[in-house]
């Protein structure tokens, strides 16, 4: 069916998120709405509602299918964090800066696809898009295979990269769209869990892609983990066809499980208004520490510990997005509670004195005490991630508020929620083009100096910008942000 956009043109007055729950009889309105996968009538802000067979339940089976789905688009975002160390393994012929360029080549892709995608399901709807999305992760899988299996030029890996990028845009457009069916006491635990589902494919791919690839050169060669020549490539596809019959799950739990809300509908106009508020770049900033660092770190940790120590260890790398994962949840409910921008700073401050840490261990040759390191600078940028996105809800919501003070409590309820889902995906793209600074960041350290330790001390003051900025703009005594619980 036909629904009308919610959202109005600057200076009218919105209407409330949603219009009070639908009463008609089962079988008439409503019947014909759920087959048609949209839900006009949704308002997780009502008690009595959410309290209702229409509110939690839904909104958790739609978490539950965006979840898969945004673990395999990491999973496969991320292919060349393991193909590339695979690659340097087997000295396939591609210099050192060459595989740096691969894995930030499908980051900056997928930082850049966040934009396009967080509009998407306020255009066509969450679960239309997170099926077209989940099927376009074929692309990427199919190229692979072949560039591994037919000995393509460099140019076919680039393009290969790039389309893994698609991969890195189903983040905004899931965490847009989940957004609109939790209320916003719960927004941070459940924002939490959607992006840890997601970013756990990142220590999915690293732990299970080496095994992939194991498995196969002892399938063809009889039990050896080796190649059969130098630099043979046959065995790096299988870190695309692991995914095959994932996809058709997640295409398929899309198609039949999860549901569109004609409340999130908006138009691009409205949405690209947000690209003008100085809270989305501040935000933006703060999330290529949080974010940046966990996606950046996640793609060039394997070449890192294989450059810095025996060639085999990118085979724990996935330990890192692992933990990461794991704590993103854990920062969003203590920022529930205490507040995102303390948590913030804090954990920013936290991130800094980790890689001092691993900056001793490295220089004292420790792989121990560097893995360490790094470890707990993972935990403790999944809390930045976790805690950074309770923030963005409530910076709307004060804005709607003292930039519309005659607004019922509802219409402000509305433009936050609106602001909120387009701030994402800024937010998010910005902050993912971590991908891209930090394996070249990396790249030129070890060709200026011969290692990584340059590298490090860069990020670590970055920190300590963060934990400046997100001092003076949330927590400074006297500001609107500050006034609001930020």
Known sequence: MTSTPTVRPPGAAAEPASAPPDQSPRGTRRGAQRRARWIEDYNPEDAAFWASPQGRPVARRNL???????????????????????????????????????VATAGLVGAIMRVPY????????????????AALLLVPVTLLTVAATTAQPYWFWVLTAITCGFGGGNFASSMANISFFYPDKEKGFALGLNAAGGNIGV???????????????????GGSTGTTEAGDARYVQNVALIWLPFIALAIAGAWFGMDNLSGARANVADQAAIARRKQTWV???????????FIGFSGAFPLV???????????YAFLGPLVGSLSRPFGGWLADRVGGAKVTVVTFVGQAVAIGGAIAFLRAESFGG?????????AVVGMTNGSTYRMIPIIYRAE????????????????????????????????????VFIPRIVSESYGATGGVETALLSFCGFYIACVAVTWFVYLRRGTLMQRAGV
Do not use: C, K
């Open 283 to 293: 935000m933006s900033f703060l999330y290529i520490g949080a974010f940046g660092s």
């Open 64 to 102: 539950g299918w965006s979840v898969l789905a945004e673990n395999i688009g990491f999973s496969v975002w991320q292919m060349f964090s393991i193909a590339t160390a695979v690659l340097a393994s087997i000295g396939y012929g591609f210099t050192s800066d060459q595989l740096f360029w691969l």
């Open 370 to 378: 560097f893995l360490a390191s790094f470890l707990v600078l993972f």
């Open 400 to 435: 709607a508020a003292a930039g519309h003070p005659a607004d019922t409590p509802a219409e402000v309820l509305y433009r936050a929620r609106r602001d909120t889902a387009a701030a994402v995906g800024i937010i998010s793209a910005v902050g993912a083009l971590g991908a």
């Open 305 to 315: 510990l294989a450059n810095e120590f025996a060639a085999d260890t990118y085979r």
């Open 118 to 133: 967080t509009f998407m399901p306020a255009l066509v709807g969450g679960r239309n898009w997170t099926v077209v999305s």
């Open 203 to 221: 220590a999915i791919i690293q732990l299970v892609g080496p095994l992939a690839v194991t498995a196969g050169a002892i399938a063809v060669v």
